[in-house]
């Protein structure tokens, strides 16, 4: 028996594509709900794409490790089911919401003056993302409000294409710019973001692709993952380079430095590494692994919490630090091995695994009624994402960071939730104020 095992599997799988396509693509839009629910797919269907690929059952990917490969199936259907439930969720919130901006609302604004915004925009966060970690008090309330950025940078990107096409030439180099400087970071996100944003911008600007651009957009879209496999076979010598043997997050050397050891670590990546990289990234993007070793766990060993996981979640950030100063540091680790058994390595040692929110849903509720709060919680999504959308460009810049914020299967239930509860929360205490200071730097100047 070899990937014909995976068949029954598949069929939810793909359909789901037609399903969340149907519900949420638009044309001519920047679809980051869209694009979003497909990264978390991915999430969910990457290993048993993988496995029919090589042609292996999806049990036979995890053989000789920690986790129970014999259970893989039973919570890849689960997730899936999950991701239909939590789709749904933002969809029955959202299905009223026009989603769409006027073509005469880019007659409004002038495209140099956005790419300056935009461009003192990501200078001012970068700036600041250093600096709140001084006020670690502050931090949780003002960092997720810093992926405002890319929603500025989608704006840049359309009306560039849409109203201004002889600045492309300075929007590419902007774009390769960032993409430079995040090599230099201790994660990939910091350059990935960037190429993911500009696939997402260009997919919107582009109504009607020719064979010639489809083309441009596939290689964009492998070399993406070329990077990503690149940056998977080298990330582990690198991050060590970076901390210089340390056991922290924090990078220690110049950037010059850094992206010359990047370059020399990749350039020493042969193909057995290569291959081998490229199944490390399927677990890594795929995260089934760690919900189906809490399925083994719990309840076995650990009784259901009914609730107590997503209850505390709330409260942790309803309640500020200064309020309840007893209030417990986030540990992924800790909170995964609870459940789990599996005696990962956290934050003593730099590390961090999280068991993700779907799995906490089944922690809490068990493999029925997980499923409830999962459709809440795409339902609070939705109703953010409803709230902050409006008829003007700024509809974009405060919904363009739900392409990352919609992400929750594999983060934990606490962080995941805050993401989305912070974000809101600042945008709605800041938004007039930053309409009534920066819109008017974008728009042309009446004669």
Known sequence: MRSSDNFLLSIPIFLYLPFVYRLFYIKGNTNVIFWGLLYQWATVSIQLIYCTIIDIPLNDLFKNTIFPGHLMEYTDFLSITGIYFFTFGIYRAV????????????????????????????IIISASQLAIWAFPNLVQYLFFFFYIKWGFFLVTFISVFKRAP????????????EFVLGLSSF???NFINILIFSLIAFASVKRKVTYQQAAIFAVMGV????????????????????????KTQAVSVSKEAARAK????????????????VEDMVNRIGYIQYFAAAIRFVPTYVPHEDGQIYVGAISHFLVPRFINPDKPILDDSKHTNKYTGLGLS?????????????????????????????????????????????????ALILTGPFFLLINVYGADTTKALGFILIYFGVILLLRKQMFGLIDPLMRKRII
Not at 96 to 113: C, G, L, T
Not at 166 to 177: Q, R
Not at 225 to 239: E, G, P
């Open 223 to 246: 070399l993406v993952l070329h990077l990503a496999v690149l940056w998977t076979a080298s990330k582990k010598d690198y991050r060590s380079f970076l901390n210089k043997g340390q």
């Open 166 to 177: 002889d600045l492309k030439i300075f929007l590419f180099v902007i774009i390769g710019i």
């Open 187 to 189: 994660f990939a996100s």
């Open 262 to 277: 990047l370059l020399e670590l990749i350039v020493k990546v042969d193909e057995k590494t290569y291959f081998l990289a």
């Open 95 to 122: 299905r009223k919401v026009k989603i769409e901006i006027s073509e005469s609302v880019w007659d409004k604004y002038d495209a140099r003056k956005i790419i300056q915004v935009y461009v003192v925009v990501s």
């Open 346 to 394: 956290g934050k003593a040692q730099g590390t961090s695994f999280s068991l993700g929110s779907f799995a906490d849903a089944y922690i809490d509720f068990g493999p029925i009624f997980m499923f409830v709060p999962i459709f809440l919680f795409g339902y609070l999504i939705g109703v953010f994402f409803k709230i902050l959308y409006g008829s003007n460009i700024w």
